[in-house]
Nanobody, 114 residues
Framework: VQLVESGGGLVQPGGSLRLSCAASGIIFRIYAMGWYRQAPGKQRELVAVITSGSTTNYVDSVKGRFTISRDNGKNTVYLQMNSLKPEDTAVYYC?????????WGQGTQVTVSS
């Protein structure tokens, strides 16, 4: 199983980034997919999740700014991040879960700074 994130980088406050996570080795369409983040010195937190039925949920701090989506034909989940703030700076991880069987990506760095 592989979850490969891409799309991270350095962006100015107010800017946008789109993260992608390409999955292989799993039946992607049955998995709930999520994005987590971990800032230095902080615990990893759930940012957004999308179920196999495409129901979405977000942590309050990103509601209205981030959008999670999935393309089952491409085995890929996305996180569109708009109006980025310095406090969004973190390593972002992709996560796949099906009835407790879960997998993690290696993470991609997002830095929001002027």
């Amino acid at each position: 199983v592989q979850l490969v994130e891409s799309g991270g980088g350095l962006v100015q406050p107010g800017g946008s980034l789109r993260l992608s996570c390409a999955a292989s080795g799993i039946i992607f369409r049955i998995y709930a997919m999520g994005w987590y983040r971990q800032a230095p010195g902080k615990q990893r937190e759930l940012v957004a999740v999308i179920t196999s039925g495409s129901t979405t949920n977000y942590v309050d701090s990103v509601k209205g700014r981030f959008t999670i989506s999935r393309d089952n034909g491409k085995n890929t989940v996305y996180l569109q991040m708009n109006s980025l703030k310095p406090e969004d700076t973190a390593v972002y991880y992709c996560h796949a879960d099906y009835r407790g069987n879960d997998y993690w990506g290696q993470g991609t760095q997002v830095t929001v700074s002027s």
